[in-house]
């Protein structure tokens, strides 16, 4: 009986940015289904489901019998991942086919996101971390759902939802940037990549919207158009600059230590990859695919050297908390 007990303990110590690694994991899965690889797509979408599910859970027993200890969890940037995570979730769901629960995971990631939101935001300070930018990722994850379910559905208020998110999430980007301690590149324990993740994300909501207009479907006129396509063009290259700031910066200052945050960084990595899939398929660039495919098996190495620090480091933690 001692073995639940501990994992129980340990499960309790858990960071709010826990949520990180069902992002990461999800966006990963969404890059290998794009690419064609959907068996080992499926088999690493389970455990990201799994972790949703005790997150959720967890989430909703603090909300009604831990009450203050919520509260200071929600003050902290890094709440908002529990909507990010939710919303890539929900995006892997649509691209099963399963339209009705992924319509489930937007609502709920919906409801929760102008209450997490402002939250966050209230306790925003000078010189961030990275997790600043999570308002930014949260946003634009919903509008990446709404715009997916939007074409799958054929609804057009969802996608001019989805148009007003991704505006906002830009919005958002700018003041966390503002926010942002620079010296995070060099110094931060993982989180700080989320500065390049938020662009990433950004692009693929943008490409999602180019997607899901069609002929049964008309959404935006030439004009219209014409600004998504070149937003969305400047949000990748953006992304791709960053992307290759933070990598010279680990170069640099190796940090090869484990740390839960690094999550936060297999999620930008696995983000950058798919949104130059996505955009290569909406903007009719096929030649970004290569790049694409190379920046996501980039991404998957990433995922498995921090999974197994994961379970290294939990295996420590339930140890630590067994009774002696």
């Avoid at 019998?65 to 995570?85: I, K, L």
């Amino acid at each position: 009986m001692s073995a639940p007990s501990s994992f129980r303990v340990w499960w309790a110590q858990r960071p709010p940015s826990a949520a990180a690694a069902v992002m990461a994991t999800g966006i990963v899965s969404i890059g290998l289904h794009l690419t064609g690889h959907e068996v080992l797509s499926r088999i690493i979408l389970v455990p990201a489901s799994l972790v949703w599910v005790g997150l959720a859970a967890d989430f909703f027993v603090r909300l009604v019998r831990e009450r203050e200890r919520w509260r200071a969890d929600a003050g902290t940037p890094a709440s908002v991942a529990a909507v990010a995570a939710t919303a890539v979730l929900g995006t892997r769901f649509s691209a099963l086919g399963w339209q009705t629960l992924a319509a489930v995971l937007l609502a709920l990631a919906a409801v929760l996101w102008p209450g997490l939101l402002v939250t966050a935001v209230r306790h925003w300070r000078r010189r961030m971390p990275g997790s600043v930018f999570l308002c930014c990722v949260a946003t634009q994850g919903l509008a990446v759902l709404g715009a997916t379910l939007a074409a799958a559905e054929t609804t057009q208020w969802l996608a001019h939802a989805a148009l007003v998110l991704f505006w906002l999430g830009l919005v958002l980007y700018g003041f966390a940037l503002s926010r942002f301690e620079v010296r995070q590149v060099l110094e931060g324990d993982g989180d700080h990549w989320v500065a390049g993740g938020a662009l990433a994300i950004s692009a693929l909501a943008g490409s999602k919207l180019v997607a899901a207009d069609s002929a049964r479907l008309y959404l935006w006129n030439d004009d219209d158009r014409g600004v998504l396509r070149a937003v969305t063009a400047a949000l990748l290259v953006l992304d791709l600059a960053w992307y290759a700031v933070l990598l010279v910066a680990e170069a640099a200052r190796p940090r090869l230590r484990y740390d839960a945050r690094r999550w936060a960084t297999v999620f930008p990595l696995g983000m950058t990859a798919t949104a130059v899939l996505s955009v290569a398929a909406a903007l009719d660039v096929p030649w970004l695919k290569g790049p694409g495919q190379v920046l996501l098996w980039i991404a998957v190495a990433a995922w498995v050297a921090v999974a197994v620090g994961a379970v290294a480091d939990m295996r420590a933690g339930i140890r630590s908390t067994a009774p002696r």
